[in-house]
């Protein structure tokens, strides 16, 4: 059975490809953001060293613009996030459910992305794809605010359903590590490392 699936979506390849074409679509997506955000509070006078995690989630939407050919699409790729803020940071190694100040953190990447879809011959498409980009960070931390601009990447995973030759669902998930940002405060030093794993639906209208 295994033998005869797989020559069944290797012979359906090669059809497609015979007949492909380019093609031209949008996107759009929302997600569930499983925020997983790191910092690290390094004071270099008093040789303390303060690290917390702050989970959160939180929604995010997605954008694109792409073409697709064949089995392979590539698209360029607009993420935002609904800004991240929690006041209260457990896990602080010297002081149990210490409160840090209007901590918020904004985040926004821009993508590009190449997929590669397992044609069955059928309306369901498996895929799987990576993409390279810049994000944007700024972090609020207590008075003041840092931001960054850091090379990302993020590896895609999912399954689409062709509801026509127009309209296609899209249900998948995304791992992202948008970098960093890093903030001098006199003696300490604030690093946030944010990394997000995603849930996303949405749908793509292709022309």
């Known amino acids: 059975m295994k033998k005869f ?33 790191k910092i690290k509070d390094a004071d270099f006078e008093s040789n303390d060293i303060y690290r917390w995690k702050s989970d959160k989630n939180l929604p995010a939407s997605h954008l694109a613009y792409g073409a697709k050919f064949g089995f392979v699409r590539g ?6 996030a ?14 149990p459910n210490a409160v840090i100040d ?13 997929y590669f879809d397992y044609l069955t011959c059928t309306p369901w498409t498996p895929y799987v794809g990576a993409g390279l980009g810049t994000s944007y960070l700024k972090m609020k931390f207590n008075d003041s605010s840092k ?9 895609m995973g999912g399954i689409t359903y062709d509801l026509n030759a127009e309209w296609t669902l899209d249900l998948g998930y995304r791992y992202a590590d948008l ?11 604030v690093k946030t490392t944010v990394r997000d794993h995603e849930i996303l639906f949405g749908a793509r209208y292709s022309f």
């Not at 991240?84 to 457990?90: D, G, H, S």
């Open 147 to 155: 931001s960054a601009i850091n090379l990302a990447w993020q590896v």
């Open 82 to 95: 609904v800004n991240m803020k929690r006041n209260t940071l457990v896990d602080n190694r010297r002081e």
């Open 5 to 37: 699936l797989l020559l069944a979506g290797v012979a359906c390849l090669f059809a497609a490809n015979a007949q492909a074409e380019v093609s031209q679509y949008v996107s759009g997506k929302a997600s569930l953001d499983f925020n997983k955000v």
């Open 102 to 114: 209007k901590f918020e953190l904004y985040k926004h990447s821009l993508m590009a992305n190449v």
């Open 179 to 189: 970098g960093r940002v890093r903030k001098n405060y006199g003696s300490s030093v």
């Open 75 to 80: 698209e360029v790729e607009l993420n935002n």
